[in-house]
């Protein structure tokens, strides 16, 4: 059931990104902690999700024969980065937005949502 | 202790932060939501890669359907039902694979570039605002009539471009504007005139005004006309003078004079941009090569004609490969300058042509007398008072804050600078009103080279451009265009004029029968590569300045077109990338002669005598694996910086001017001129051997620590000498460094090359990488592409211009936009 709810919410949170934008994130993550926070450690499975939906758009593209990896190492070099950093950046940024939106929604649910 | 609170605090500062960081960016990170966002943002260059096998799209303001199909080598071929249909299709597809480019160009000569970059552009911007060239543009647009010819394909180009902006997707945008955090900017008919303005400074901007100064501030001003002379003593003109070879002018250099105070007074305040390097033969970097062959010379029996012009070497490429075809009307295949609406270099059915810069002196400084050292408001002309114009100048940063204002002020002549406690004006032929889209437009139409000549003539101002051009008739012709001022009596246009006089106002410009040119000439070629355009012994009057030409190139291709009276395509694409040298060819001797007489001496320098065998055995040719020419060069480099060291102020390292090689190849033949004392040594007094064997040992010398020994290969023209193109922006991520190329010192390696025969089965051979490698497609008939183009072989990864595939052709098929009443 875990690994169902991190790829649901990674699917949820890469459509938002093609429909809406990056803020798209924390909102769908938000809202994920809210509804589910008598789950396991909401924060730690949107964050994966986070990761997985853009770096999961990435891997299609690659797959696609987009050439992610060349362009990652152009790109690196040029903002005068280690290779690896816009890919790890591009899996963190969502990472950290979606763990931190859905533990706060989490607490937020917990809150209004438990019984007294 | 209950730690949920700190846990929820914890959170909230990193989502903040992270939202922070991901809205606005922190320093010089751009704001990274948009940034990583996998779909819009940088990564959507991945996606957009490769194009489409087809695509459609509409266009508003087109008349008819039009269809481009892009060969495998990427480039575009418009068919259009009109002239104006293929101007606006033009710009769609320029502006879908450089639009970065364009903005980033038409920025720079509006001085515009702190909008997109931020204020780190100040410096830059400010200049073309001091020197008038926004407002030169606004002036050139306002000079256009609605609907003029102009004026129309200029609105036409606009419209293409800002229909792709319109269709693209955020995704699709380039990656600067993502690493910028910034939008692209609409494009506007003044855009174009911003670019042409950019172009005119990169190649028309030659002040010798301010060489001639800076010399005669510490030599004196005998020996500064001398340095710095009128014409070149090394003449291989453009127009033939009849010699059927080379002839060395004696030049006299005057021993240094004595500091002129007043001239010294000015060189404190000269902008340190004008401090030159040490190398003469680098700082002209914009340098081309054009030739044409007459039938009676090609083995063909066909005119042949060939063009490389060399800019910087930048990724992409300023030019952009098209071809336009509206069936009866138009079918021109070239290169264009993205944000240009027309071809600027290439062939049609009937003519061939290509540019070299002339290095004209089309720019004059004037003394002004004004009201008010500090806010002058009004200048004097003829005993009577003129008000001068104001045009506050606004720099913006990337969100529309102001970040400074300048009041740039005119005087009839052009803007006003401050210089020391002088207030001083230019008149820039770049800046007067002309319609450089016309003057393209009506060239892809002549028919002759003899019409193409007079219809750009007409039409074509500034910068001026030696134009070679070859038509199906057999015909060959050349003339150096632009307009040339005519100058006051007396005024040899290097000397800073008296404003108060209007007597000291240009009187005209030359009459077009007086530009260098030629026609059919009887030694069968024609060539141009920078040389000074007409011999002094034919010259009407005052054109240029030796420092701004170089004969070194035209000596080379004269010599290989005066001993091939057979030439053929394949002989014509060999001379574009032909390593020798005249150049090398004059010098070395003078440094191995001087090796000699020095080592007969005792207490020669070490290793000079190594370094006079390196230089023995070198052919003088710049290939690749050679070591000679790293010697060479760098022990010329060492000659000037020896020999000119009078043009050194004291306290300073730097030479204030560098007088160009011919004219030290002239000092060569006066072995005891006193310019060779080295005022460094008070107990002796250099000869020239010394000094040059003194240079050559000291360059061995040099190379040795930085490459080593020469076995090990490090001296190897490849390696020591490669080229760099380099991204637009600087990106080393996108660049291409480090490129064994064999050529030239300058470096100026060619952007693109062309070889056209005419008649009809012109080829076009472009090389895509500065190593020469070659690829032909052939021109189809009018209206019919080649069903399958002949695949090039190039290398991979030099640039981003062409793009090599064994792809199918892709198409983009555009259809009018229909109107809501439609």
């Avoid at chain 2, 005066?562 to 060999?574: F, P, Q």
Wanted: proline content about 7%; some cysteine; hydrophobic content about 45%.
């Amino acid at each position: 059931m875990a690994i169902l709810r991190l790829l649901m919410l990674a699917i949820g949170i890469a459509l938002g990104t093609v429909l809406g934008a990056w803020w798209v994130v924390p909102v769908v993550a938000a809202a994920y902690g809210f509804v589910m926070h008598r789950t396991s450690r909401p924060g730690f499975t949107a964050a994966g999700s986070g990761a997985l939906a853009w770096g999961g758009y990435l891997a299609l593209a690659s797959v696609g024969g987009a050439p992610v990896g060349s362009f990652a190492a152009s790109l690196a070099t040029s903002m005068q980065l280690p290779g690896w950093a816009p890919l790890v950046a591009t899996l963190a940024f969502p990472a950290l937005l979606a763990g931190t939106s859905a533990y706060l929604g989490a607490r937020v649910g917990g809150r209004y949502l438990t019984p007294a | 202790m209950k730690l949920r609170p700190f846990a929820v605090a914890g959170a909230l500062l990193v989502l903040g932060g992270a939202l922070y960081i991901g809205s606005s960016g922190a320093g010089p990170l751009p704001p990274l939501g948009p940034f990583l966002d996998p779909v819009r943002g940088a990564w959507g260059a991945v996606a957009y890669a490769s194009l489409a096998d087809s695509a459609a799209g509409a266009l508003p303001g087109l008349g008819a359907a039009v269809e481009v199909r892009y060969d495998t080598r990427g480039v575009p071929h418009i068919f259009a039902a009109s002239e104006d249909d293929a101007i606006r299709a033009l710009g769609y597809v320029v502006a879908r694979d450089r639009l970065f480019q364009m903005e980033l160009q038409a920025r720079a000569g509006a001085g515009t570039l702190t909008e997109l970059v931020g204020k780190a552009a100040l410096a830059a911007d400010s200049e073309p605002r001091a020197l008038g060239m926004p407002r030169g543009a606004e002036q050139k647009l306002a000079a256009m009539a609605p609907g003029s010819l102009g004026r129309r394909l200029l609105d036409a180009y606009a419209d293409g471009v800002n229909a792709y902006l319109d269709h693209a997707s955020p995704a699709e945008w380039p990656v600067e504007y993502k690493l910028l955090g910034r939008r692209p900017t609409r494009w506007t008919p003044l855009h174009s005139l911003n670019l042409y303005a950019r172009m005119g400074h990169t190649l028309a901007y030659l002040d010798g005004e301010r060489d001639r100064l800076a010399a005669r501030a510490l030599v004196g001003e005998a020996a500064a006309r001398a340095l710095f002379p009128e014409h070149t003593p090394i003449q291989e003109p453009i127009q033939p003078n009849g010699a059927g070879m080379s002839r060395i002018d004696p030049l006299r250099i005057p021993a240094p004079g004595a500091v002129d105070s007043v001239a010294m007074a000015l060189l404190d305040h000269l902008p340190s941009s004008m401090r030159l390097r040490d190398d003469a033969e680098v700082s002209r970097l914009f340098a081309s090569n054009n030739w044409a062959v007459a039938p009676s010379r090609s083995r063909s029996a066909h005119a042949l004609l060939a063009g490389d012009p060399h800019l910087g070497l930048t990724l992409p490429s300023i030019w952009y490969e098209a071809h336009l075809v509206v069936p009866g009307k138009l079918d021109v295949y070239g290169v264009t300058i993205p944000g240009s609406p027309g071809i600027v270099i290439g062939f049609t059915r009937d003519v061939a042509w290509s540019l070299t810069n002339t290095g004209a002196d089309v720019l004059d400084f004037y003394r002004e007398t004004v009201d008010d050292q500090v806010h002058p408001t009004k200048y004097l002309v003829d005993d009577t008072w003129k008000e001068l114009e104001r045009r506050e100048e606004l720099y913006r940063d990337k969100s529309g804050s102001v970040l400074r204002v300048d009041t740039v002020r005119f005087t009839h002549r052009g803007p006003l600078q401050r210089l020391n406690k002088e207030w001083v004006s230019m008149r820039w032929t770049v800046n007067e009103p002309s319609d450089l889209v016309s003057a393209f437009y009506h060239a892809s139409h002549a028919t002759t080279a003899a019409d193409f000549l007079d219809v750009f003539a007409r039409d074509y101002f500034a910068p001026a451009q030696n134009v070679i051009v070859a038509d199906r008739g057999g015909t060959i012709a050349i003339r150096s265009t632009g307009h040339y001022p005519l100058r006051p009596a007396g005024s040899d246009g290097l000397s800073i004029l008296d404003g108060s006089t209007s007597a000291s106002d240009w009187t005209g410009y030359w009459p077009v029968s007086q530009y260098p040119q030629a026609m059919n000439p009887p030694q069968g070629f024609l060539a141009s590569a920078n040389q000074e355009p007409i011999d002094p012994q034919q010259a009407p009057a005052y054109l240029g300045y030796d420092a701004a030409y170089e004969p070194w190139r035209a000596l080379q291709i004269n010599r290989l077109l005066r001993a091939n009276d057979k030439v053929t395509l394949d002989d014509m694409r060999r001379f574009q990338t032909d390593p020798g040298s005249v150049r090398a060819d004059w010098f070395v001797p003078y440094m191995r002669n001087a090796a000699a007489a020095v080592l007969a001496r005792a207490a020669a320098p070490q290793d000079l005598a190594v370094a006079d065998s390196i230089l023995g055995a070198w052919d003088r040719r710049y290939t690749v694996g050679n070591n000679g020419a790293i010697l060479f060069e760098t022990a010329l480099t060492l000659v000037g910086r020896r020999t000119w060291d009078e043009l050194v102020p004291k306290g300073d390292t730097v030479r204030v001017a560098t007088p160009s090689s011919a004219v030290l190849l002239a000092l060569m033949a006066d072995s005891a001129s006193v310019w060779w004392d080295d005022g460094g040594t008070t107990n002796a007094v250099e000869d020239r051997d010394a000094i040059v064997a003194e240079a050559l040992a000291a360059a061995y010398d040099t190379l040795f620590k930085r490459h080593g020994a020469p076995a090990k290969g490090g001296w190897a023209w490849g390696k020591s000498a490669s080229a760099q193109v380099n991204h637009l922006l600087g990106l080393p991520g996108f660049s291409a460094r480090d490129l064994a190329v064999q050529g030239g010192a300058g470096r100026s390696t060619p952007r693109c090359r062309a070889v056209v025969s005419a008649p009809a089965g012109a080829w076009w051979s472009n090389s895509v990488r500065a190593s020469g490698r070659w690829g032909r497609i052939r021109a189809g008939r009018a209206g019919i592409l080649p069903r399958r183009a002949t695949p090039i072989a190039c290398a991979s990864g030099a640039t981003a211009t062409s793009s090599c595939s064994s792809s199918p052709a892709r198409s983009i098929r555009c259809r009018p936009r229909r109107s809501r009443r439609d």
